[in-house]
């Protein structure tokens, strides 16, 4: 059974840094491709960051490139996000996702919550 | 960027009836070499992670029930539910992956009973 369990989040101050982590069982995490998208309070789903199965090729929305870094740990069956800079408006529960074979998200993580907040 | 724009932005159908949502990419999501519509629903219950529904537009996920069914094709796209359950309240989401630079989602349709 494909499983993404996550862990992280939290509050922090504006300007503060947050690691969201996921780990993956149930599938050989070194073929997918992987991805975070996260939700704003209320609001709807936004595509955040993807890497490539070796670690190679990363892609990130506009509005989080140069803070946000994502990477992978394929030996320890896991996914990360590296959250800095943060600022009010990255609030959101973030969820990690597998890319399935033609780039849709086909399992998804529990969700985490990261509240920027002075 | 692909835009997706979902209407309505929430309906209310009895239990038995039929819901229907609609999504429109600003560009055609369809590959002409494999003829296949590069198109997404998810299914988001309160307080759960989203669950993919159907894909290529048309294709039901393993597991997802035959009252789920999409249609349309190129910019036009459609996903009914043929006869509302009380398990299918939830937010619905289409998303393009045509053009996965950035992946899009719509804005969301709440599903509710009347």
């Known amino acids: 059974e494909v499983q993404l369990v996550q862990s992280g989040g939290g509050l922090v101050q504006p300007g503060g840094s947050l690691r969201l982590s996921c780990a993956a069982s149930g599938f050989t995490l070194s073929t997918f491709w992987m991805t975070w998208v996260r939700q704003a309070p209320g609001k709807g789903l936004e595509w955040v960051a993807s890497i490539n199965q070796a670690g190679s090729e990363t892609r990130y929305v506009d509005s989080v490139k140069g803070r946000f870094t994502i990477s992978r740990d394929n030996a320890r069956n896991s996914l990360h996000l590296q959250m800095s800079g943060l600022r009010a408006e990255d609030t959101a529960v973030y969820f990690c996702a597998r890319v399935g074979g033609y780039n849709y998200f086909d399992f998804w993580g529990q969700g985490a919550l990261a509240t920027v907040s002075s | 960027d692909i835009v997706m724009t979902q209407s309505p932005e929430s309906l209310a159908v009895s239990l038995g009836e039929r819901a229907t949502i609609n999504c429109k990419s600003s560009q055609s999501v369809l590959h002409s070499p494999n003829n296949k519509n590069y198109l997404a629903w998810y299914q988001q219950r309160a307080g759960q992670p989203p669950k993919l529904l159907m894909y290529?537009?048309?294709t039901r996920q393993s597991g997802v029930p035959d009252r789920f069914s999409g249609s349309g094709s190129g910019t036009d796209f459609t996903l009914t539910i043929s006869s509302l359950q009380a398990e299918d309240v939830a937010t619905y989401y289409c998303?393009?992956?045509?053009?996965?630079?950035?992946?899009?989602f719509g804005q969301g349709t709440k599903v509710e009973i009347k």
């Open positions: 290529w537009a048309s």
């Open positions: 998303q393009q992956y045509y053009d996965p630079r950035p992946w899009t």
